[in-house]
């Protein structure tokens, strides 16, 4: 089954804290993406990456790092995570530009 | 600067009714449009997919339109159900189609009432 699976689905941290949000794709499909969800500002892209050590900013990109050292997976990294980075975060991955975007279930990140 | 719009915001029709949702786009340099549902606390499900070239897409009761020129595309939902409540989102592939971005509207809340 074609799957965007990310980890944790739900996490509370203190600021500062260091955390990475993982993504794994079985579709081997070349561009991932992450997204962050908010009410009332929709859907932003936070960075995206067209093939391995490929990445590049969204529209979003402060305070987040990415890295995409093997195909399948593209991880979210919070270095020093604040209150305003509390949100719903998408991972997003498909074959080419003109093809279908699968998403994953969401990670609910809280940081208090 | 790309931005989409859809309107209404929410919308609530009684069982069996056809509707239609609108997304506009103020830049026409776009290299296609997708439609997607999301159900509360859940990811996005990909509807339907249209590539710049295309004028329309049609999966079962969906029916999506583009206009590229007027920057406007619409989904055509018909005899709708209640489990066709969710929340539509459209999103529009801009720029040079290498770069791999999405931008989205803010969606339209379905409330399809038995």
């Known amino acids: 089954e074609a799957q965007v699976t990310q980890n944790p689905r739900y996490l509370i941290t203190v600021t500062g804290k260091k955390l990475t949000v993982t993504c794994s794709q079985n579709m081997n499909h070349e561009y991932m993406s992450w997204y962050r969800q908010d009410p009332g500002l929709g859907l932003r892209q936070i960075y995206y990456?067209?093939?391995?050590?490929?990445?590049d900013k969204g529209d979003v990109p402060e305070g987040y790092k990415v890295s995409r050292k093997e195909k399948r997976n593209f991880p979210l990294i919070l270095e020093s995570p604040s209150p305003n980075q509390t949100s719903l975060y998408f991972c997003?991955?498909?074959?080419?530009?003109?093809?279908?975007?699968?998403f994953g279930e969401g990670s609910w990140l809280t940081v208090v | 600067k790309q931005e989409v719009t859809q309107i209404p915001a929410a919308l609530s029709v009684p069982e069996g009714e056809n509707l239609v949702l609108n997304c506009s786009f103020t830049?026409?340099?776009?290299?296609?449009l997708q439609w997607f549902r999301q159900d509360p606390g859940k990811g996005l499900t990909s509807l339907l997919l249209i590539q710049s070239s295309q004028r329309e897409q049609t999966s079962g009761r969906l029916n999506a339109s583009l206009d590229k020129s007027s920057g406007r595309s619409t989904l055509y939902i018909a005899a709708s159900q209640p489990g066709d409540s969710a929340t539509y989102l459209c999103?529009?592939?801009?720029?040079?189609?290498?770069?791999?971005?999405?931008?989205f509207g803010q969606g339209t809340t379905l409330q399809v009432k038995p």
């Open positions: 997003a991955s498909r074959k080419g530009s003109g093809n279908t975007i699968y």
């Open positions: 990456s067209m093939n391995v050590e490929v990445t």
């Open positions: 830049d026409s340099a776009i290299y296609n």
């Open positions: 999103a529009v592939g801009h720029g040079s189609g290498n770069t791999g971005k999405l931008i």
